[in-house]
């Protein structure tokens, strides 16, 4: 009898102690499971957040490249207008000059032709 009882605690003890490491095991999977989520979520939003972030800067920095072009080509063409215009106008003012010269010399001329 004595021996049937200590086999039956004996079995007892064993079984409540594979029960503990069961649950114990249980309670460490889902712990790892917890963290191992957790960190494959910091991940994913580290990533998504790098990737918005580069996107961000790529987005930018395209930004600013087409930018930086537009306002060199509208600097390009106001000094082109200008130089243009500058040019334009010393024509313009050269075709007076001559104008007015072969104006003059004309009159003048004229006046000595007449004076005489």
Request: aromatic share 58%; net charge neutral; with cysteine.
């Amino acid at each position: 009898m004595l021996n049937i009882c200590y086999y039956y605690y004996y079995y007892y003890y064993y079984y409540y102690y594979y029960e503990y490491y069961y649950y114990y095991y249980y309670y460490y999977y889902y712990y790892y499971s917890y963290y191992y989520y957790y960190f494959l979520l910091l991940l994913l939003t580290t990533s998504t957040t790098t990737t918005t972030t580069n996107y961000y800067y790529y987005y930018y920095y395209y930004y600013y490249y087409y930018y930086y072009y537009y306002y060199y080509y509208l600097l390009l063409l106001l000094l082109l207008l200008h130089y243009y215009y500058y040019y334009y106008t010393t024509n313009y003012y050269y075709y007076l000059l001559l104008h007015y010269y072969y104006y003059y010399t004309t009159t003048l001329r004229l006046l000595t032709y007449l004076h005489d």
